[in-house]
């Protein structure tokens, strides 16, 4: 049984990346799965795959459904129905993966590595490798909430304290009496 190796690129960035390996029988759906869970997304979006070449043109669509609203050139393939070595025809094999078609995530996926025998310490799919910081899939504001106006609120940095950002008449950076005192105190 072939275990194949993807790196997974953020398109944005490809200092961003993640490594993982899958049985060639496993599914498009199964890699879907795992790509999500290596960057810490919901599965909660649309999501579609292309088979790629090495511009990254997209090429025959293998989708999580066929949806309405999607205009197709050919029909698509299903996820669920569709092996990942059945789209293999290149050792370099590429594939362009979309998700949340609004936000549209856009990710580069190439093979890297095919091994003949697997490793009896992993379960298939697995994340092998996770370079740089994942981008955040709903923003800061997503992840706290309604609690993000209290923090901001709360850690109000504007305002200047004693002895921080004032400046005196040469513009340079004055120093407040309380600090001075306190100084005179300790000797």
Do not use: C
Request: glycine letters at 6%.
């Amino acid at each position: 049984m072939a275990i194949l190796k993807f790196r997974i690129y953020f398109e944005e960035d490809e200092s961003v990346y993640r490594d993982v390996v899958i049985k060639h029988t496993h599914s498009f759906l199964q890699l879907h799965e795992i790509i999500l869970k290596s960057y810490e997304f919901d599965s909660k979006h649309q999501a579609t795959f292309y088979r790629s070449n090495d511009q990254w043109k997209r090429g025959k669509q293998v989708t999580l459904a066929v949806y309405d609203e999607v205009e197709y050139k050919a029909p698509p393939l299903l996820m669920a129905d569709t092996s990942i070595g059945s789209e293999i025809r290149d050792p370099n094999q590429r594939f362009v993966y979309l998700y949340d078609f609004n936000k549209g995530w856009t990710f580069h996926i190439e093979l890297i590595n095919v091994a003949k025998e697997e490793n009896p310490k992993i379960t298939y799919p697995s994340i092998a490798r996770t370079e740089g910081i994942a981008p955040s899939q709903y923003g800061t504001k997503g992840l706290l909430g309604d609690k993000f106006a209290d923090i901001e609120e709360k850690y109000d940095l504007s305002k200047v304290g004693n002895g921080f950002g004032e400046k005196d008449a040469d513009g340079e950076d004055a120093i407040s009496e309380e600090f001075d005192e306190s100084d005179e105190d300790e000797e």
